[in-house]
């Protein structure tokens, strides 16, 4: 049964949403982004989104002051892991196909700390400018050479010369007024521009589960297919170049399913053809959504019979699984005596009253177990805790895990 959402349709514009899931979070205390919402499908052209949800001016506030891409060092997009500088190396080259002009004037909107950039610089491109609303961000990608880092947003765009590709990797997914935000790029892109768009692609979430639910969370709040995507810019004005679908790096050892559209600012009366609606889209979320509830049985039952309700811990992480977790499972009801993370962004915060704290801090509490709060990343901050020197029992919750 349909029903009038509180959010309209960012594909279309409808308010036909038909609820598909609910979901909840358990979040750092003052966080701004919302602690639960619907996950909802449209009526009318099939594309999935969060409803309700806090007004825009929240989000900029949020990725303007609690960026976790403005830590170079763990965030992705910055290429300090290999298998991240991998992606983004891969991301460049593909790029290099749509622009063969190296004076191309290529503008990255939500550039993160520039890991992108970097690379179109390495492949020779000379005119190459990014923007993030985080100042950090736009630091480290001025620091970069041959590239301009500038501090502001989709919604807050600087004054730039007019680009022949303008880039959105992975940005789309976290966007409130996504319309809004697509009819803005026009304002810096010269006649027959491109944009490139690039965001997970929710057809697929079901073929690439890691964590119960991990793409239904407090910042990814549109779910495209390719054919979602391909209908938002077309019905924005954009004329669609090309398409397509790939899997790229998540992690060491998980890949990340994508959608990706290639779009031109079409030249004065140039028509623009209509996509159709993408009716298979639920279904393929319905099935996410039934894996990842059999995932987080698993990962009750695993909280269970280690007793966690019932034990005094230390968890690590305070990101998008952990905020689940808490939420989902017997985590939730453990005695936390503190929280840490490898971001120092979060150092001094507090979660549901703990405090959050460097993980040199764990040394006073040498004998209190440290939970993992990621099931995607379990082994790599197991391998952390091991060469800080910190002797406190790990406790993994990744089902399978020892």
């Not at 949403?17 to 003052?30: N, S």
């Not at 009526?43 to 303007?64: E, M, N, V």
């Not at 830590?71 to 992705?76: L, M, P």
Request: glycine fraction near 10%; charge should be neutral; hydrophobic fraction near 40%.
């Amino acid at each position: 049964m349909s029903r009038d959402a509180e959010r309209p349709c960012p594909v279309c514009g409808a308010l036909a949403g038909e609820p598909l899931h609910e979901r909840k979070f358990v979040l750092p205390d003052g966080h701004p982004l919302a602690r639960g919402y619907t996950v909802v499908t449209c009526g009318i052209c099939g594309a999935a989104y969060a409803t309700p949800l806090p007004d825009q001016s929240a989000y900029d506030r949020f990725y303007r002051d609690d960026s976790k891409y403005a830590d170079a060092a763990t965030g992705t997009g910055s290429g300090a892991q290999a298998w991240d500088d991998q992606r983004l190396e891969e991301t460049a080259r593909a790029l290099a196909a749509f622009a063969p002009e190296k004076s191309t004037h290529i503008v990255d909107v939500g550039c993160g700390a520039g890991g992108l950039l970097r690379w179109l610089a390495k492949l020779g491109y000379t005119n190459l400018t990014g923007i993030d609303p985080a100042p950090a961000c736009a630091d480290a990608t001025s620091a970069i050479p041959g590239v301009r880092g500038i501090t502001g947003s989709l919604f807050a765009l600087p004054t730039v010369e007019p680009a022949g590709l303008i880039v959105l990797s992975h940005v789309l997914e976290h966007v409130r007024d996504v319309s809004a935000a697509v009819d803005g790029l026009k304002t810096i892109t010269r006649s027959g521009g491109r944009v490139y768009a690039e965001v997970p692609n929710a057809a697929q979430y079901a073929e690439f589960l890691v964590a119960p639910f991990l793409d239904f969370n407090t910042e990814h709040i549109n779910h495209f297919s390719v054919g979602t995507l391909k209908r938002l810019f077309a019905s924005r004005g954009w004329k669609i170049v090309s398409c397509g679908s790939k899997a790229i790096a998540s992690s060491p050892t998980a890949k990340y399913p994508c959608a990706w559209v290639l779009a031109e600012l079409p030249l004065p009366g140039e028509a623009v053809e209509e996509m159709p609606a993408d009716r298979s889209l639920r279904m393929a979320l319905s099935r996410y959504v039934s894996a990842s509830h059999s995932l987080l049985a698993r990962v009750i039952a695993r909280c269970e019979e280690l007793g966690i309700a019932s034990k005094e811990i230390i968890v690590w992480g305070t990101g998008q699984t952990t905020a689940i977790l808490l939420a989902e499972t017997p985590l939730g009801g453990a005695r936390v005596r503190a929280f840490t993370d490898s971001n120092p962004m979060h150092y001094g915060r507090t979660v549901s009253g703990a405090p959050v704290v460097p993980p040199d801090a764990l040394r006073a509490w040498p004998n209190i177990p440290i939970v993992i709060g990621s099931l995607l990343h379990g082994a790599e901050i197991a391998g952390s805790i091991s060469a800080r020197g910190l002797v406190n029992p790990v406790i993994r919750l990744d089902p399978g895990a020892q």
